[in-house]
């Protein structure tokens, strides 16, 4: 997740990015949260069933409140409890 983070921090070009069904934790979460904060292009994300948990949907809420362009979100099939689900919810 490191390396495709890397891309799409200089990505000009893809707007759907989806990661689903690769199991990278909330470290490889974070990767691309961080990247999320530069990028102006993506507007679709799809992390399904990506074994994040109440840490990765933190490091995406703090970065969609840099990242004005996502308008779609999906992360079902994770480990998201009430926690993660208000840092979402509050971003």
């Known amino acids: ?10 990505n000009a070009t893809v707007t759907e990015f989806d990661l ?4 990278i934790g909330d470290v490889g979460v ?3 949260a961080e990247a999320l904060q530069s990028n102006a292009t993506v507007t679709e994300l ?3 069933a990506d074994d994040t948990g109440d840490v990765g949907a933190q490091h995406i809420a703090e970065a969609l409140k840099l990242n004005a362009t996502v308008t779609q979100l999906v ?6 409890g009430a926690i993660g689900a208000q840092h ?3 971003a």
């Open 46 to 48: 799809d992390l399904n």
């Open 88 to 90: 979402i919810a509050e």
């Open 1 to 10: 997740a490191q390396h495709i983070a890397e891309a799409f921090k200089v």
């Open 20 to 23: 689903c069904y690769n199991e």
């Open 30 to 32: 974070q990767h691309i």
């Open 75 to 80: 992360l079902f099939d994770n480990f998201i």
